[in-house]
């Protein structure tokens, strides 16, 4: 059964059993609720996005769901290119939150498994935890298998997180079914006589003949410590079943294969990669096949990190990304003897076969095209420089005794090369040489204490935000009304003070304040949060309320947070109130986001479809907008954005916001959506015919001559392949020509002109130029015969040598050129020290080149003296060196080659 066959099977399988299908986290870890786990630098399962729903931290959609996720491990990153490792897999899912459990998911594993992939029973084991009587007698009793293919073992094998009860953490736990695919043959198997069947399936496990399929964790206990601090498990108010199935395995064992390098997954690829080299992929493994492995497998990982929003740089993620992409690289040119720049020629199969399921391999091809490209080429010009360099330094005597690579060589790879640490690594570790790795991290923090010094930023930018899940954790969300409404009575569910929730805000104090409706957008999307006042009339008993909202914020379950200032009166739990925003901050605000649409749409016009939105900032002052782009933005394609925004506000453009479409409508449609954005099965959908379709939950402007007037501010580098670019609209786009017409009449002023500044300017600048040329002159002293010493004479040719003190090379040509003149027939050579180096001019005059004489061989032989070289014409030449100790030695060899250029032409 092809992979993809499985796939649609697998998830219409658990469809068919009341199952919704939802789609899987992208590779950057984010769960359900939009928060991102940066404990880890990749999803690696398919229940990481479900925590929420696990916990009781938010409710699923259905109690029973199934998704198909896409993973990165790199535990094993330098083992891939055998048969079994890789870095990028797809793994099948299916949960349960509190509603099926152990008699239900182990017959439908083995339904699949045998009825709908087509496995052979006999060659399928499991293993459940020790004590789990339950799960053991649903497999012997339901399902029918025999006790000698039933397994029990302890929780470091069969319990999840494993050796959990023992070692912790504290928390949600459960056991755990693994079923395995006997890989190896009748004959290979353990025949050992007084072995158990526990004790020959270890054996024959730990030899590699059985290979893990599926697994089925139920999450049933929460751990904990008792008093005496003894470990202790209790069972959960629900139980849950968390399945993870993984595609590539069952792909190659039912396909009857070796490995899954050998099935439908990567048979395009390594079809692709053997056309372009033009020798066949034979599944050995030959240093030529274990190349073809690589460059297969981590192309198809870089394709699926790239379109979900990974980039390559030297930091996290994007720093595992450069080495999967620079390992492939060194792989394709040195093992399989790429010349030219191969990876782009790979990626489009990968695309065309995995694009149908997954769908963003095709919105973001240009993208996904364009950051290898870019990462290609700037490795490629670094990459055989870089390996000759190690291969000097693994080849010295001291490191082939040591076994040893410094730290400081491996650093300096890195910053001056680009090479990953681990692609050294590699590298040292096929000649049996380590790398000294507290070396190296000795100098990357240097480096990075450095940076620090020399950067402005405030610490306290990178710090996290105090208002987190806790403030609110325990409120049913707000009602949101902010997309209609600028004001609206609401109640007071609650207030929280420093030390948590409190009955009543009096004058004077900061608080957060939470209600049961509110116009107020919270900070999100990289849009703000709105301001303005929360106001109550008095009762004759209390004064009346007036209090400023200066932030906006959201917790994770949904409840909106207003950081609030009393200025009058008090606040408290149950009190009708009016909340209204500040509407011309708001409508500052609209006129940016919309903007900052058009803005991406024009970019992409501009410089590609391979622009794509990485993050963006959205205040009232001003939008701030980074994109994917490889290169600094030219002042013609800057200008050629500013036009066409600007040309969409003129034309009055209607923009359209749908409030509820589904989400697989919208892409359908080619809506664009953001990197690592979590949506559910209905998505908001704003459009400006025409020009741009985004997926958005800000607000907009009706129309886009609102927007009034765009004006780009500057464009810069975020980061490794993103560029910025901060532009403002509005009042503040007007005040800003107002300020740029104001410096050109003060520029005006100065330059005593009512008009044309630019010339004005540029008289300026030459008269500049002009002075300047004149000081160094003065500086070099004049250039006549006189302050140069008494020429010598060879067969009565006078010969002119001497070392000045110049400022510029073109100095010393000047004083040759005038020296030349005046002697009116000779051989001037001069020679200077400039910026630690040598210089020389020398001139010929004409009469003396029938004779033989040549300025370029006479200054090429004195810069030879002084491990230099250079030449030119016969009558005048320029030459330099790089010992100066040697400069007058050089000079005073002069005369002797002038005798011996002469005495040649008289032979």
Not at 120 to 139: M, N
Not at 184 to 190: A, L, S
Not at 231 to 245: F, I, M, Y
Not at 548 to 573: C, F, N, P, Q, W
Request: glycine share 10%.
């Amino acid at each position: 059964m092809l992979a993809h066959e499985i796939r649609q099977k697998y998830l219409q399988f658990f469809r068919d059993r009341g199952h919704v299908h939802l789609p899987g986290a992208p590779l950057v870890p984010v769960d359900v609720l939009g928060n991102e786990d940066r404990s880890i630098l990749f999803s690696g399962s398919g229940m990481e996005q479900f925590k929420p729903y696990f916990t009781g931290a938010a409710t699923p959609p259905s109690p029973r769901v199934t998704t198909v996720q896409k993973c990165v491990r790199t535990v094993d990153i330098d083992a891939v290119g055998d048969f079994s490792h890789c870095t990028f897999f797809e793994m099948l899912g299916n949960f349960s939150f509190g509603d099926y459990f152990k008699a239900d998911v182990i017959p439908w594993t083995w339904e699949f498994l045998t009825g709908v992939v087509g496995l052979d029973g006999d060659r399928l084991c499991v293993t459940v935890y020790i004590d789990d009587d339950e799960a053991y007698s649903v497999w012997k009793d339901v399902v029918g298998l025999p006790d000698d293919r039933i397994h029990r073992q302890g929780e470091d094998k069969n319990f999840w997180p494993a050796s959990v009860i023992s070692q912790g953490p504290d928390g949600p736990c459960g056991p755990c079914s693994e079923i395995f695919y006997r890989i190896g043959e009748p004959g290979e198997m353990t025949m050992t006589p007084g072995l158990s069947p526990a004790e020959r399936y270890a054996v024959d496990d730990a030899a590699g003949r059985w290979l893990e399929i599926w697994n089925n964790v139920f999450t049933q206990f929460s751990r904990s410590i008792t008093e005496r601090g003894d470990p202790q498990l209790s069972e959960l108010p629900r139980r849950n079943n968390d399945t993870g199935a993984g595609l590539d395995r069952i792909a190659f064992v039912s396909q009857g294969k070796k490995s899954v390098f050998e099935t439908d997954l990567f048979g395009p690829t390594l079809d692709r990669i053997s056309s372009l080299t033009g020798r066949p992929y034979t599944a050995s493994m030959s240093p030529e096949d274990f190349a073809y492995r690589v460059v297969a497998e981590h192309t198809r990982s870089m394709v699926f990190c790239i379109a979900d929003g990974i980039l390559p740089s030297n930091e996290g993620r994007g720093y595992v990304l450069r080495y999967i992409m620079r390992r492939a690289i060194r792989y394709g040119k040195k093992v399989l003897g790429f010349e030219n720049p191969f990876l782009t020629e790979i990626a489009p199969s990968i695309i065309e076969q995995m694009g149908g399921f997954y769908t963003e391999l095709h919105e973001r091809q240009a993208l996904i095209m364009e950051t290898i490209r870019a990462e290609e080429e700037q490795f490629s010009r670094t990459l055989d420089r870089g390996l000759r360099i190690l291969d000097t330094v693994l080849s010295s005597e001291s490191v082939r005794q040591s076994k040893m690579l410094e730290g400081k060589v491996a650093f300096d790879l890195y910053s001056t090369y680009g090479f990953p640490i681990k692609l050294t690594q590699d590298v040292a570790a096929e000649r049996l040489i380590q790398v000294d790795l507290a070396g190296f991290e000795q100098a990357l923090n240097a480096q990075r204490h450095q940076s620090q010094q020399n950067s402005s930023i405030d610490k306290d930018v990178f710090s996290t935000s105090a208002m987190q899940v806790g403030p609110g954790s325990e409120l049913e969300p707000t009602k949101f009304v902010g997309y209609e409404e600028t004001y609206t009575n609401a109640v007071v569910t609650a207030v929280y003070g420093d030390l948590g929730r409190i009955s009543l805000a009096r004058p004077g104090d900061q608080v957060l304040v939470a209600l049961s409706v509110t116009p107020f957008y919270a900070e999100s999307g990289g849009q703000v949060g709105d301001t303005g006042w929360l106001t109550a009339d008095g009762d004759g008993v209390s004064c009346a309320l007036r209090a400023e909202v200066i932030d906006t914020r959201k917790t994770a379950t949904g409840v909106y947070l207003h950081s609030v200032r009393v200025l009058e009166g008090e606040i408290s739990e149950g009190q009708s109130l009016v909340a209204q925003i500040d509407g011309i901050r708001r409508r500052a605000i609209t006129r940016n986001h919309t903007a900052t649409h058009l803005l991406q749409a024009a970019l992409r016009r501009v410089l590609g479809d391979h622009v794509h939105q990485k993050g963006s900032r959205v205040g009232p002052d001003r939008l701030r907008f980074d994109f994917t782009h490889n290169q600094a933005v030219s002042h013609e394609q800057r200008a050629e954005v500013e036009r066409l925004v600007n040309d969409w506000v003129l034309v009055d453009e209607d923009v359209t916001i749908y409030p509820e479409v589904p989400l697989n409508e919208a892409k359908q449609r080619g809506a664009m959506a953001l990197f690592g954005e979590k949506y559910g099965n209905t998505v908001r959908m704003v459009e400006v015919p025409g020009i741009s379709l985004e997926l958005c939950g800000g607000v907009h402007i009706r129309h886009t001559s609102s927007i009034g007037l765009f004006k780009i501010v500057s464009e810069t580098g975020s980061s490794s392949g993103v560029r910025r670019i901060e532009a403002v609209t509005g009042e503040a786009a007007y005040q800003r020509v107002v300020e740029s017409e104001s410096t050109i009449m003060r520029t005006a002023a100065l330059l005593k002109t009512s008009g044309d500044i630019l010339t004005a300017v540029e008289k300026l600048v030459q008269q500049r130029k002009d002075l300047e040329k004149q000081v160094k002159e003065l500086q070099a002293g004049p250039a006549t015969i006189e302050s140069l010493p008494e020429p010598a004479y060879v067969d009565n040719v006078p010969v002119l040598t001497a070392v000045l003190q110049v400022t510029e090379p073109g100095q010393l040509a000047d004083r040759t050129d005038a020296a030349a003149q005046q002697l009116k027939s000779g051989v001037v050579v001069l020679g200077a020290e400039l910026d630690g180096k040598v210089i020389f001019a020398a001139r010929v005059t004409t009469d003396l080149i029938g004779r033989g004489l040549n300025a370029g061989r006479l200054v090429k032989e004195a810069a030879r003296i002084t491990g230099g070289g250079g030449g030119g014409r016969a009558d005048f030449a320029t030459a330099g060196g790089r010992d100066t100790t040697r400069l007058k030695q050089a000079l005073e060899s002069i005369p002797d080659m002038v005798v011996a250029e002469l005495n040649e032409v008289t032979r």
